[in-house]
């Protein structure tokens, strides 16, 4: 192999590991998450700073106590680094909801409904598990001022 060959060849191996790199790390998942989503034109109340990794190292929470599939099904077998879909490509209204009583399926097709029950139903029973008031269930909580 001539040095000309050798070189190229080093290049492009140097060229697609860092790609391969860049996309590993382009779906990291950051300790610290901003609830915040364009699809809502003005948010009422301050966004919501999601800490990712405090709630998996400190709380020992599974992916699939948050996430899961089509079917309500925990997922259990993510690993950091796996695409995982935003909440609202399935929980899409954006709107606010309408007034009355929904039934829990039409509630969570809103997508800040299904995340404050998420939340709040964990925030919940973390509490009457533990005998506490230390995790969150009201807006002010959760919600910093804007």
């Known amino acids: 192999m001539n040095s000309l060959f050798k070189i190229a060849l080093i290049s492009v191996a140097v060229v697609f590991i860092a790609g391969i790199g860049s996309l590993y790390a382009g779906t990291a998942v950051q300790d610290v998450i901003k609830m915040e989503n364009k699809a809502y034109k003005e948010h009422t109340k301050g966004i919501v700073e999601f800490t990712h990794k405090k709630h998996v190292v ?43 009583k929904l039934s829990k399926k039409d509630a969570l097709t809103f997508h800040h409904e299904a995340i404050h029950m998420n939340c709040q139903g964990c925030h919940k029973a973390f509490n009457k598990k533990n005998n506490t008031k230390a995790a969150p269930v009201t807006c002010k909580k959760c919600h910093p001022k804007k």
């Open 58 to 100: 400190e709380y020992k929470d599974g992916c699939g106590d948050c996430h899961h599939d089509e079917k309500n099904k925990p997922l259990t077998n993510l690993k950091d680094g796996d695409n995982v879909q935003n909440c609202i490509e399935c929980h899409s209204k954006t709107d606010k909801k309408p007034k009355g």
